[in-house]
Each structure stands twice: as structure tokens, then as C-alpha cells.
């Protein structure tokens, strides 16, 4: 095995762990992922916030007060099913939180549990939540992860594309076939005339 080859399907096995990877950092939670795009849509987290953010939120298996968390009205309350952006501020996951915006006076009447939240804040990216809705619609969606297949697809067989040098040893150069047809053996011709033991 050559050395290019050996480097090509080394580069080939880091690119698609790379790829792997991202993926497994974002892969939505509708995909049974751990990871949520929050759109802030409001002022009440003004100061930490703005309107028109997209709030990259991540699962985890508990919180703790001070987390800024996306969570679902609880259900059976009013507003049940919405997302709220708000920091925890007291309480904990099994009898239900205290939640309030940076911007707002008075907690939330609200008292999720650990189950209602979607996730911890983990990045913001200012006002990139129209951009991110245009991208997640069907079309410009499907022909993303039809992109990221192809490629994943195609990079593999890239290696068949560079042709491959035989090796060195293969054949002999012209000089050494040269010195091996002098030096080679010749059969033995006799003479025209040349005279045959006779046996007495």
C-alpha cells in the first residue's frame, strides 16, 4: 500500500468523523437530537437578549437557579405549549421552577419542571432567526442534507481518481537489463571442424 493512499483514506475517515461530529452537536431535538433553535421573539430579555435572536439551547439532565432556559408552558395552563426564554430565579425540577425575564419585575406565573424544559442556553447568534426559519423551511432543508449526502457519498471513491504509480521495483531499468543480457550464458557452439573425442 502506498503512502498517498494510506494519507487519502486517513484525511477521508478524520473528514467524515468531523462531519459525525457536527452533526451530533446539532442535531435538532425534533430529530431526536438534544439540540433546540430558539427564536427570542419579545423584549423581556432585553439586556441579555434581543428580539430577533436565535438561542442555541442544549438538553440536560438537570438545571440549576441562574440558568437562562427555553421552556413549554406546562400543560393545562394558559398559553400551554409555547416557548418561554427566561432565567431560572428559584424552586427546582420536581415540584417546578421560578423563571423571570432579565427585563421584567415579576416572575412568571409559570412553574415548569425539569420534563417542560427544552434546554440551557449554550449560544447566541443576534439577530439570526429570520435567516435560520428561511433555511429550515422543507426545500432549502432537503437540499442541505441532500449536499452533505452527496458529498459524504462521492469522497470516498475520490481516492480512485489519482491513478497508481507502479512500484519502482516492477522492472528493471535499461541499463541493468543490459549488463544482465552480457553477462548471461551463452550456449556452447562448436567449430566447423572442430575435432570429437574419440573413445580408444
Known sequence: ???????????????????????????????????????????????????????????????????????????????????????????????????????RNIPDPWHPRTADIVGHSELRVPGAASYFLALSKPIPLGGLCAGLTVLVMLWPKSEKAVPRRKPKHARPSPVVRYFRSVAAPRPHVRAVGEHLPVSA
Request: aromatic content about 8%; overall charge positive.
Open 1 to 103: 500500500m502506498g503512502r498517498p493512499t494510506m494519507l487519502r483514506r486517513v484525511v477521508t475517515a478524520l473528514g467524515t468523523g468531523l462531519i459525525l461530529a457536527l452533526l451530533w452537536l446539532v442535531w435538532p431535538q425534533s430529530m431526536h437530537g438534544r439540540v433546540a433553535y430558539i427564536s427570542v421573539d419579545g423584549h423581556s430579555m432585553d439586556g441579555t437578549y434581543a428580539n430577533g435572536d436565535l438561542i442555541v439551547v442544549r438538553k440536560q439532565p438537570s438545571y440549576q437557579i441562574g440558568d437562562i432556559v427555553t421552556y413549554r408552558i406546562p400543560k393545562g395552563e394558559f398559553g400551554a405549549g409555547a416557548n418561554v426564554i427566561h432565567r431560572i430565579t428559584g424552586g427546582n425540577g420536581t415540584t417546578g421552577f421560578t423563571t423571570q425575564g432579565d427585563n
